[in-house]
């Protein structure tokens, strides 16, 4: 059964920095495509960024690109998500998602709050 958990979240201010992680169970974890994805209050679901362990690319939207970098940890089980430079607008609950070719999997997400 995959489970993905993830943490690292919190309150900070602007242009300061938070890692976001996402422990992973229940599938090999040697070969995955992974996401963020980021929801604001009130708004819709929004792709952050990808990672394609098998050739390691990495793939960011434009509003984080420069900021945020998104890496894997094969021997934990986990992906990161650095983010530096944090602006008000990247406030949201973040969730990091799988699927196995069949199935969509989804956290619980973790919240981020950007704040004086």
């Known amino acids: 059964q995959v489970q993905l958990v993830e943490s690292g979240g919190g309150l900070v201010q602007p242009g300061g920095s938070l890692r976001l992680s996402c422990a992973a169970s229940?599938?090999?974890?040697?070969?995955?495509?992974m996401s963020w994805v980021r929801q604001a209050p009130g708004k819709g679901l929004e792709w952050v960024s990808d990672i394609n362990s098998g050739d390691g690319s990495t793939y960011y939207a434009d509003s984080v690109k420069g900021r945020f970098t998104i890496s894997g940890d094969n021997a934990k089980d986990t992906v990161y998500l650095q983010m530096n430079s944090l602006k008000p607008e990247d406030t949201g609950l973040y969730y990091c998602w799988y699927n196995d070719g069949y199935v969509d999997y989804w956290g619980q997400g973790t919240q981020v709050t950007v704040s004086s």
């Open positions: 229940g599938f090999t974890f040697t070969s995955y495509l």
